[in-house]
C-alpha cells in the first residue's frame, strides 16, 4: 500500500463504466455525424438528425406514383451514396402488402389504398415506415428514423402528394384489409364521456365567499 497505489484506485474509481457493444455504437454515429462535413447537394443536419434527399428514380418513381400510373412504390437508404433509392414499384394489392416488407431491414412504403366507405370508392395514399425490430443495426435505424419526417415533408409539401395515413409496422404480417381500414377510417365512439368545465380564474377579490354570522352573546 503506497500513495501512487491509493491514487490510481481513486482514479479506477471515478472512471465511468464500460460500454456495451451497443452503446459503443451508439456512440460512434454521433461521433461520426458530429464530425462529417455536410454540404447542400448530399445531406443536411436538423434537429431530429440527419436527412438524405432522393434520387432521381425514387422522384421520377413517386411522380408516377401520383398520377397513378403505379399502386406502390417502396424506398430504401442508400448510407454510402447517402441517398434514398426506389427498390420496388411493383404492382400490390392489399393481400400482397406482408410479402412486400423485408425482415431483416427498414423500408419506407406508399401504397394506393383502394377501397368503398360508405357507399364511396376511395384511393387513399398510406406511408408505412416499415421497421423488424432489433434485427437491423442502429445504424440503419437511427437513419431511417431521421430521414423518414424530411421524406414525408417533401411528398406533401414538394410533390403536392397529400398523405392520408402514416402507419410504422414491425413486420408485414400486421397488413391486414381491417387494419388497413380501421387506420384510414378510425372508429368514432359513439358515447364520449363528459368532462366537467373547469371554472374559469377567479377575480382579483377572489370567489364569493359564505361565513356564518356571528352567534349573538347572552
Not at 400482397?96 to 389504398?113: T, V
Not at 409539401?157 to 387506420?183: F, H
Not at 359564505?210 to 352573546?217: D, F, Q, V
Request: aromatic fraction near 8%.
Amino acid at each position: 500500500m503506497c500513495l501512487s497505489g491509493y491514487r490510481k484506485f481513486l482514479a479506477s474509481q471515478a472512471a465511468p463504466l464500460p460500454l456495451t457493444a451497443a452503446e459503443e455504437e451508439l456512440k460512434q454515429i454521433k461521433l461520426s455525424e458530429v464530425q462529417t462535413d455536410i454540404s447542400v447537394d448530399s445531406k443536411h443536419q436538423t434537429l431530429q438528425g440527419v436527412a438524405f434527399p432522393l434520387h432521381r428514380d425514387a422522384v421520377a418513381a413517386l411522380k408516377r406514383y401520383k398520377d397513378k400510373i403505379i399502386n406502390y412504390v417502396q424506398l430504401q437508404i442508400d448510407a454510402d451514396q447517402e441517398l434514398i433509392h426506389v427498390c420496388s414499384t411493383e404492382p400490390t394489392e392489399v393481400k400482397d402488402l406482408p410479402k412486400r416488407i423485408p425482415k431483416d431491414s427498414p423500408r419506407y412504403h406508399f401504397f394506393l389504398y383502394k377501397h368503398s366507405h360508405e357507399g364511396d370508392y376511395l384511393q387513399s395514399t398510406v406511408f408505412i415506415y416499415s421497421m423488424p425490430g432489433y434485427s437491423c443495426s442502429i445504424k440503419d435505424r437511427m437513419l431511417y428514423s431521421s430521414c423518414k419526417n424530411h421524406l414525408v415533408d417533401w411528398v406533401e409539401g414538394e410533390l403536392k402528394l397529400p398523405i392520408d395515413k402514416k402507419m410504422e409496422i414491425d413486420e408485414g404480417d400486421e397488413l391486414t384489409s381491417d387494419l388497413l381500414y380501421d387506420e384510414v377510417h378510425p372508429k368514432q365512439h359513439a358515447h364520449k364521456q363528459a368532462f366537467a368545465k373547469p371554472k374559469g380564474p377567479a377575480g382579483k377579490r377572489g370567489g364569493r365567499r359564505i361565513t356564518r354570522p356571528a352567534e349573538e352573546e347572552d
